[in-house]
Nanobody, 115 residues
Framework: QVQLVESGGGLVQPGGSLRLSCAASGSIFSISVMGWYRQAPGNKRNMVATITSSNYTKYSDSVKGRFTISRDNAKNTVNLQMNSLKPEDTAVYYC?????????WGRGTQVTVSS
């Protein structure tokens, strides 16, 4: 079994920064894709950013130039550096990985951008 533990959410003012981290543990042989998704109240869960094992990254248009995804393959971690945060970035952020050819989700961490 694979477990994901997210950290780093919280309350931040508009224009501020937060860094989310996600650590994967358990019986992991390989991780192909790692990523972050978010879900605001009343909305679907949407992709924020993903990164492959070869460090190919993909971002949603709404966060390009503000968010940066990175991963540490030795530690099985994925991070999301979020800068210039806006109120519309408020959501629950979920870590997602494809490990051993199976999909795993974290429990989510709340990010609130408000003055």
């Amino acid at each position: 079994q694979v477990q994901l533990v997210e950290s780093g959410g919280g309350l931040v003012q508009p224009g501020g920064s937060l860094r989310l981290s996600c650590a994967a543990s358990g019986s992991i042989f390989s991780i192909s894709v790692m990523g972050w998704y978010r879900q605001a109240p009343g909305n679907k869960r949407n992709m924020v950013a993903t990164i492959t094992s070869s460090n190919y990254t993909k971002y949603s248009d709404s966060v390009k130039g503000r968010f940066t995804i990175s991963r540490d393959n030795a530690k099985n971690t994925v991070n999301l550096q979020m800068n210039s945060l806006k109120p519309e970035d408020t959501a629950v952020y979920y870590c997602h990985i494809v490990a051993n050819s199976r999909s795993y989700w974290g429990r989510g961490t709340q990010v609130t951008v408000s003055s």
